[in-house]
Each structure stands twice: as structure tokens, then as C-alpha cells.
């Protein structure tokens, strides 16, 4: 039995008035995209907030050729049209997924190659917190740095969306976790999602803290999304044939390297971003968390980690409490009931 769906021909999105601070996320009427071929039009439930969404505000992170200038990259909530050639979805299904824009919307056109069904027993809002963070720590972890039961991780920022997705993944796949944080509950929270020891960077030098735990033989991966002076910090605390990944560079892009450091030791260091991807990239990596981790969050063995929410209309004031780097966890938009 086919579903049908009236779609408004507008609907309310949040622009980039301007760039700059939270404040200048404002609430404006759009026209409502219509789904191409290969993609699904899905009337928005929740909208995660990201680390990436707060560099575009500021001018940092322009969208990709031919993606909307509408922020948002995850959401969840339901399919009311699809376009030619989709193949699994229909009016009606509840998704998730993953885009390159267009999230802090009312209705948003999602790629079929990157939308998932929800997992079994989870609503709305947990859905959407899962694709940017858990996509990404999948596509880094495994992809990148090939992590493997018995690896000792260290995760930078382990109390944000990206670090407390890793700490999880990590520990369900067998390896020790390292992790920092910047103060007594955030170190709490990360050592509750399963880290062996969270570092108060603040107070203490996670080089000295790891290596005195290795008995002086360093980690064999280190997940950094801080980049400026950990970056030779980090080429420290590997042990010899260590692996490190780059998915931000939040203290800066430019650093100082000493060449025979990598050499010597013997490190792979690479890096990546989602967002510019193709679609059919993209779809390769939600494949992969879709075989791999949805048998866990199902479980409850990972899960996403909520601090607060937020209607979309009020998009500035959840990026103002990103910016303050009080949360631990996920910022989240509602759009419509998301339970």
C-alpha cells in the first residue's frame, strides 16, 4: 500500500545571514527541494549539530560545488517522496543519514546511497546523532588507521560527539583507550563510555600519563582532532610503528614537522574528511557502519551520547553552547516531535 504525503511548497530553514558568531543563524522560508534521481526527500525529525556546521557560520567551511548554503550535515525523520531509480526506500520509512548540507531544515533531500533505516528500538533523535560522528569515526579507525583488537588508542577531545563515538567503537573492537578532556567531568564521562584513562589536559601531560601507563613504549594510535601543537606531542607519545589520524585541526592547520621523527619510529599518519566525498564514497562508508555497527547500537553495546536539544528555530543558541565547550556529547535540533 503506497503512502502519499501533502509537501508545503515552502518550509522554514536557518540561513547563514552573514558570517560570523551563533547569532547570525536566522530562521527564513525556502522552497521545498524536490528529491533527484538517486534521492529521497525527507521531512526533517532531528538534526545533529557539528563541529563543521560552526566553521561554515564563521566562512571556514564553504559547502561543496552544487550543495545548498543550508547548514547540516545528519538527521533523521521520515521519507515523503523519492526520486527516479531509489531502490529500498518508500514514502513512509523512517532514515537516517548522512548529507552534505541542507540538515537545519524543514524537509531535506538526503542521497539514497547514504540514508540508513533506523536501528532497531531507537527514535527519531538518537538516529540522528549517530551518521557524522560514528560515520567518521568508522571511515578514520578502520579505513585510516586499520585499528585492531589489543591497539592502545590515544582519542583526543574524547568528551565531544566525535570523541565519545570513538571511545565506544574503539573499546567494542578491542582496543585500550587512551583520551583527553579538559576538566574532572568530562575525564568522568569518557572513562563511563569505556576509556581506561581520560587525561585532564589541563592539568596533566597525556605524553607523560601514556607512556608511564605503556611502560614507556607510547600508544600505536593516536586519533587527533586538535592539530597546531599536538602534532609533535602526538609524534612523541607513538610508540615505533604507530598510526596516527587527523579529523580536524581545531588548534590549527600549519605545524613544524621533523621529517627523521616519522622515519625513525616509523609512523603512518594520514588524515581525511566526509564532506567532500562523492556520493558513491560516502555510500561505501555507510555500508560499512550499517554491516558493522548497527548490530551494536541494536545491542545497546554503542550508543550516541545526548546532552541537549534545541528547536531548529533556536539553532543560534545551540551553537553558542557548542562554542562554549560546556557539553559533552551531541547538540541537537528538533524539528517535530523526535520521540
Not at 558568531?21 to 524536490?34: D, F, H, I, Q, Y
Not at 563510555?193 to 607512556?211: C, H, M, P, S
Not at 602534532?231 to 589520524?245: Q, T, W, Y
Request: aromatic share 8%.
Amino acid at each position: 500500500m503506497s503512502v502519499s504525503f501533502e509537501i508545503p511548497e515552502t518550509m522554514t530553514v536557518i540561513e547563514i545571514a552573514e558570517f560570523g558568531g551563533p547569532e547570525v543563524l536566522k530562521p527564513a522560508k525556502r522552497p521545498t527541494p524536490t528529491p533527484g534521481a538517486g534521492e529521497l526527500l525527507v521531512k526533517t525529525a532531528a538534526v545533529g549539530i557539528n563541529f563543521p556546521d560552526t566553521m561554515q557560520r564563521q566562512g571556514a567551511y564553504p559547502p561543496p560545488p552544487g550543495t545548498t548554503d543550508i547548514p547540516g550535515l545528519e538527521l533523521a525523520g521520515t521519507v515523503v517522496a523519492v526520486g527516479s531509480g531509489v531502490d529500498g526506500f518508500a514514502p513512509g520509512d523512517s532514515v537516517c543519514g548522512l548529507v552534505s548540507g541542507g540538515a537545519y531544515a524543514e524537509y531535506c533531500v538526503i542521497p539514497d546511497a547514504t540514508a540508513l533505516p533506523l536501528p532497531k528500538g531507537y527514535d527519531m533523535l538518537n538516529a540522528a546523532a549517530i551518521p557524522e560522528n560514528f560515520f567518521t569515526v568508522w571511515t578514520n579507525l578502520f579505513d585510516g588507521v586499520q585499528l585492531t583488537a589489543g591497539d592502545t588508542i590515544l582519542i583526543h577531545g574524547g568528551s565531544g560527539g566525535i570523541g565519545t563515538a570513538a571511545i565506544q567503537v574503539a573499546k567494542a573492537f578491542g582496543a585500550t583507550v587512551f583520551t583527553t578532556a579538559r576538566n574532572a567531568e568530562k575525564c568522568k564521562a569518557c572513562e563511563d563510555l569505556g576509556a581506561t584513562r581520560a587525561i585532564n589536559y589541563t592539568e596533566e601531560d597525556f605524553v607523560e600519563v601514556v607512556k608511564d601507563a605503556t611502560g614507556g613504549v607510547g600508544c600505536t594510535v593516536v586519533m587527533d582532532m586538535v592539530g597546531g601543537d599536538y602534532f609533535n606531542r602526538n609524534l612523541d607519545v607513538l610508540a615505533p610503528d604507530g598510526r596516527m589520524v587527523q579529523v580536524a585541526v581545531q588548534k590549527g592547520a600549519k605545524v613544524e614537522l621533523f621529517i627523521p621523527t616519522i622515519m625513525a619510529k616509523r609512523i603512518r599518519y594520514t588524515g581525511s574528511t566526509l564532506r567532500p566525498r562523492t556520493t558513491e564514497q560516502k555510500g561505501v562508508v555507510a555500508k560499512a557502519v550499517y554491516e558493522n555497527l548497527w548490530p551494536l547500537f541494536e545491542k545497546g553495546d554503542i550508543k550516541p551520547l545526548i546532552f541537549k536539544t534545541f528547536p531548529l528555530e533556536n539553532a543560534a543558541e545551540a551553537h553558542a553552547l557548542m562554542a562554549s565547550s560546556s557539553h559533552i556529547g551531541k547538540i541537537m535540533l528538533t524539528v517535530d516531535d523526535a520521540g
